[in-house]
């Protein structure tokens, strides 16, 4: 789905077990010890130590994944967000060995836009580039920007979300498209 549910279970398994344990360990050494076990369980690409930290502390989060690095961390507001669940499924595995390289520059520009703080334009390029490499439809995202809305795709997809003033409204239309769930920035 791309809703990070992998990174909250490696996280809570991770953490349940160092309690069990009685270890000494660092939040972030909790959510590192999940990253590995998810890589060694074969649900993500990179470890996915972004959505790991996202999950676990909340927050905005750019970070090098395979260096496992902290490249910038910010709070955010409580913002309301609305999530499309298309009940379509598709794993992150299933994109092992895919080769993204041919939408790298404009992923390296969302990337560049969310180290300045601009993470509405970082997901905006993010999810546009994405959605339309890996075939999923766009139509929520002319919606969700006709009401301007900051629009992105969740993880790889086909989940995806939107920020907005109005998110009655814009569930209301997106309902067309799948399940929809109203919840908030934390
Ligand atoms: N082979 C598998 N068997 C059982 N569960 C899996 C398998 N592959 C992935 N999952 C789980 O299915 C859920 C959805 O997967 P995916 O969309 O890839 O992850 P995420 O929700 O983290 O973006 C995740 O919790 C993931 O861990
Ligand atoms: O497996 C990975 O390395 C990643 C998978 C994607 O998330 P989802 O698995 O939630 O789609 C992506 O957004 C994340 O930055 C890294």
């Not at 992150?92 to 993204?100: K, W």
């Not at 993880?155 to 086909?158: A, D, F, I």
């Given at each position: 789905m791309g809703l990070k549910s992998s990174s909250a279970a490696a996280n809570a398994l991770s953490k349940a077990l160092a309690n069990a344990l009685g270890l000494d360990m660092s939040e972030m050494e909790v959510v590192k010890a999940g990253v590995e076990a998810a890589k060694r369980a074969g649900v993500t690409l990179t470890g996915a130590f972004d959505d790991a930290c996202a999950s676990y502390f909340g927050s905005l989060w750019v970070t090098d994944n395979l260096g496992m690095r902290v490249l910038h961390s910010s709070k955010v507001e409580p913002l309301p967000v609305v999530l499309l669940l298309s009940g379509k499924t598709l794993l992150?595995?299933?994109?092992?060995?895919?080769?993204?390289s041919p939408i790298r520059p404009y992923v390296e520009e969302a990337i560049r836009l969310a180290l300045e703080g601009e993470w509405r334009k970082a997901a905006l390029i993010n999810g546009l580039v994405y959605s339309t490499y890996l075939g999923h439809p766009i139509e929520p995202f002319r919606i969700a920007l006709e009401r301007e809305a900051v629009v992105g795709l969740s993880?790889?997809?086909?989940a995806v979300f939107a920020v907005t003033d109005e998110p009655e409204e814009l569930a209301e239309e997106w309902e067309q498209f799948g399940e929809v769930l109203i919840t908030e920035l934390r």
């Open positions: 992150t595995e299933s994109l092992s060995g895919r080769d993204f993880g790889k997809g086909p």
